[in-house]
């Protein structure tokens, strides 16, 4: 038996040495690509084994398993990106692994996210190495001029999406093309809108989505929120959303907002002031225009955190201060137990 067992060992380990010598010498071998140089694509949020895949697709490599166990052993599985790459003819697997390790591709991305100011935006596209920075310097009226539209504000007129674009493309290309997504989705959006709504136009209808956007990452939750501040608007109370207040503060805010934030008077200040703030306050995505445009129809004036990302609705002030008691002194009491 012990005979036996040495020569399982000795087995798997000539096994193990065999493969390992296979594998180093496929990682090492030149595909041998035609025509000299390939375009490949590699689709985002691609796992090793979907690269693997693509590449078998693309006619890079016949087999998908031999790349899958290079990546593995080499623990490369985590951190592949996607986008287009241009091959040279005698590449090899260890190489594209690399390439595609590193992000050497012949695109860029970027991504602007829902809820990100303008200002956010812009950080992002300095910031971003593919991308050949040419309004740095410039304001955003400046900025929005050379967009193509004459609005001075640039706040939430560019649409959250991920952009593919040449290396060294220029900023105000990309913006381009965000705000033309999003000239081009909320024409759509504003076409089917729900009947009665009190909006002024579509404008009005993108600075709405903005406070939704801010105020709830709950999408089941938008078109309710939606339906409150609408219900506010229409009997004249004052839509009191902290996100307005915090876009008013700037630079002042700290992280935290206090009563006398909510008293300080700013444009933006939907405490101190009737009506929609004067522009949004950051990037809607499509479904909080959707809300927006599409709003639940509910008697309902108040909400309140419950502390888990979803809110308590409540039809009248006095049910709006039992669920802030209840939820606040719920919150109040986890707070005091980790203390």
Same mark, same amino acid.
């Given at each position: 038996?012990?005979?036996?067992?040495?020569? #399982?060992? %000795?087995?798997?380990?000539? #096994?193990?040495?065999?493969? /390992?010598?296979?594998?180093?010498?496929?990682?090492?071998?030149?595909?041998?690509?035609?025509?000299?140089?390939?375009? &490949?694509?590699?689709?985002?949020?691609?796992?090793?084994?979907?690269?693997?895949?693509?590449?078998?697709?693309? *006619?890079?490599?016949?087999?998908? %398993?031999?790349?899958?166990?290079? /990546?593995?052993?080499? *623990?490369?599985?985590?951190?592949?990106?996607?986008?287009?790459?241009?091959?040279?003819?005698? +590449?090899?697997?260890?190489?594209?692994?690399?390439?595609?390790?590193?992000?050497?591709?012949?695109?860029?991305?970027?991504?602007?996210?829902?809820?990100?100011?303008?200002?956010?935006?812009?950080?992002?596209? &300095?910031?971003?190495?593919?991308?050949?920075?040419?309004?740095?310097?410039?304001?955003?009226?400046?900025?929005?001029?050379?967009?193509?539209?004459?609005?001075? *504000?640039?706040?939430?007129?560019?649409?959250?999406?991920?952009?593919?674009?040449?290396?060294?493309?220029?900023? &105000?290309?990309?913006?381009?093309?965000?705000?033309?997504?999003?000239?081009?989705?909320?024409?759509?959006? %504003?076409?089917?809108?729900?009947?009665?709504?009190?909006?002024?136009?579509?404008?009005?209808?993108?600075?709405?989505?903005?406070? #939704?956007?801010?105020?709830? !990452?709950?999408?089941?939750?938008?078109?309710?929120?939606? !339906?409150?501040?609408?219900?506010?608007?229409?009997? /004249?109370?004052?839509?009191?959303?902290?996100?307005?207040?915090?876009? !008013?503060?700037?630079?002042?805010?700290?992280?935290?907002?206090?009563?006398?934030?909510?008293?300080?008077?700013? +444009?933006?200040?939907?405490?101190?002031?009737?009506?929609?703030?004067?522009?949004?306050?950051?990037?809607? !995505?499509?479904?909080?225009?959707?809300?927006?445009?599409?709003?639940?129809?509910?008697?309902?004036?108040?909400?309140?955190?419950?502390?888990?990302?979803? *809110?308590?609705?409540?039809?009248?002030?006095?049910?709006?201060?039992?669920?802030?008691?209840?939820?606040?002194?719920?919150?109040?009491?986890?707070?005091?137990?980790?203390?």
């Amino acid at each position: 038996m012990m005979r036996l067992t040495k020569l #399982v060992v %000795w087995l798997s380990l000539f #096994v193990a040495l065999g493969f /390992g010598v296979w594998l180093y010498n496929y990682a090492k071998s030149p595909l041998h690509l035609t025509p000299e140089a390939q375009e &490949i694509t590699i689709k985002p949020k691609s796992t090793l084994k979907s690269i693997a895949e693509q590449l078998v697709e693309q *006619h890079v490599i016949t087999q998908a %398993w031999p790349f899958v166990a290079l /990546g593995r052993v080499l *623990h490369k599985e985590p951190y592949l990106q996607a986008g287009e790459y241009t091959l040279n003819k005698n +590449i090899t697997p260890y190489q594209l692994l690399l390439s595609l390790n590193h992000g050497k591709a012949t695109q860029g991305s970027m991504t602007f996210i829902e809820g990100k100011t303008f200002k956010q935006m812009r950080d992002k596209l &300095i910031k971003n190495d593919a991308v050949k920075s040419t309004i740095q310097d410039l304001s955003d009226a400046e900025v929005m001029h050379l967009v193509g539209d004459g609005e001075p *504000h640039a706040e939430g007129l560019f649409f959250p999406d991920t952009f593919y674009f040449d290396r060294n493309t220029a900023d &105000i290309v990309l913006l381009k093309r965000s705000y033309e997504s999003m000239k081009t989705k909320l024409a759509a959006a %504003w076409a089917n809108r729900a009947p009665n709504l009190p909006y002024k136009d579509s404008y009005q209808a993108l600075i709405m989505a903005s406070i #939704v956007e801010k105020e709830t !990452g709950k999408a089941s939750e938008r078109p309710t929120i939606a !339906g409150v501040f609408l219900n506010r608007l229409r009997i /004249g109370m004052r839509l009191q959303t902290d996100p307005t207040v915090i876009y !008013g503060m700037g630079d002042k805010y700290d992280g935290n907002i206090r009563k006398k934030d909510l008293e300080t008077d700013t +444009i933006y200040n939907t405490y101190t002031r009737n009506g929609l703030p004067p522009t949004p306050i950051a990037m809607p !995505g499509l479904a909080s225009i959707e809300a927006a445009l599409h709003p639940e129809k509910t008697k309902a004036l108040y909400f309140v955190g419950k502390g888990d990302g979803s *809110h308590e609705f409540t039809n009248s002030l006095v049910e709006h201060n039992r669920a802030v008691a209840k939820y606040q002194l719920k919150q109040s009491t986890k707070k005091m137990s980790k203390k």
